[in-house]
């Protein structure tokens, strides 16, 4: 009987790089903490299964509202109470800087067969970041101005298999997802 060779050590290398290269400190912060992809959508009440045939139609809403300022772990109060600009004396009040985002994702599902189903999401997006002007005249820093961007975002499309039959796995399944968006 011929041996089967270990794959053991190969095995073991690969794991101790992925958890070493997973474990690094890494810290970042980024302008605001809106992601716009997500939101709740379940294919059904009850469950993920679509039997072969069956559709859903569905549409989730988020909204998000940044107002509070951070540098590193410490919050900046004064930042999102003053306004912002700068007070009768010339002391800057800081720059109260507001994020407004509202998104909605319009998603369909379509069961091929009982085991497959294929997922497409198309987000729309609107966005509003606003903070004080920093200007000398006519009045030293007393114009809030806006920014805005909206419309359809990053469209997904997704095909996913159940690993067991979901008619006779009762006590629990298993699904594995391939999906690219654009």
Same mark, same amino acid.
């Given at each position: 009987?011929?041996?089967?060779?270990?794959?053991?050590? +190969?095995?073991?290398? *690969?794991?101790?790089?992925?958890?070493?290269?997973?474990?690094? %400190?890494?810290?970042?912060?980024?302008? #605001?903490? &809106?992601?716009?992809?997500?939101?709740?959508?379940?294919? !059904?009440?009850?469950?993920?299964?679509?039997?072969?045939?069956? @559709?859903?139609?569905?549409?989730?809403?988020?909204?998000? /509202?940044?107002?509070? /300022? @951070?540098?590193? %772990?410490?919050?900046?109060? +004064?930042?999102?109470? !003053?306004?912002?600009?700068?007070?009768? $004396?010339? &002391? +800057?009040?800081?720059?109260?800087? $507001? *994020?407004?985002? /509202?998104?909605?994702?319009?998603? @369909?599902?379509?069961? *091929?067969?009982?085991?497959?189903?294929?997922? =497409?999401?198309?987000?729309?997006?609107?966005?509003?970041?606003?903070? #004080?002007?920093?200007?000398?005249?006519?009045?030293?820093?007393?114009?809030?101005?806006? #920014?805005?961007?909206?419309?359809?975002?990053? =469209?997904?499309? !997704?095909?996913?298999?159940? @690993?067991?039959?979901? %008619?006779? =796995? /009762? %006590?629990?399944?298993?699904?594995?997802?391939?999906? =690219?968006?654009?």
């Amino acid at each position: 009987m011929k041996k089967i060779p270990s794959l053991y050590p +190969e095995f073991a290398f *690969i794991t101790f790089v992925l958890i070493a290269f997973a474990t690094q %400190k890494i810290t970042a912060q980024g302008c #605001v903490a &809106v992601r716009q992809m997500g939101g709740l959508y379940l294919n !059904s009440a009850s469950s993920y299964n679509l039997n072969e045939g069956e @559709f859903q139609v569905g549409a989730n809403y988020r909204y998000f /509202h940044s107002w509070r /300022h @951070f540098v590193g %772990k410490e919050e900046q109060l +004064e930042r999102q109470t !003053s306004g912002g600009g700068h007070d009768e $004396n010339g &002391v +800057e009040r800081g720059n109260a800087v $507001n *994020i407004y985002s /509202h998104a909605v994702d319009f998603n @369909f599902s379509y069961g *091929i067969t009982s085991r497959i189903q294929i997922n =497409a999401t198309l987000p729309y997006v609107q966005n509003e970041r606003s903070q #004080v002007l920093r200007q000398s005249t006519p009045v030293k820093d007393t114009l809030r101005y806006s #920014v805005y961007a909206q419309g359809f975002a990053d =469209a997904r499309v !997704s095909v996913n298999y159940w @690993f067991f039959d979901p %008619k006779t =796995a /009762h %006590k629990g399944n298993l699904m594995l997802g391939l999906g =690219a968006a654009n």
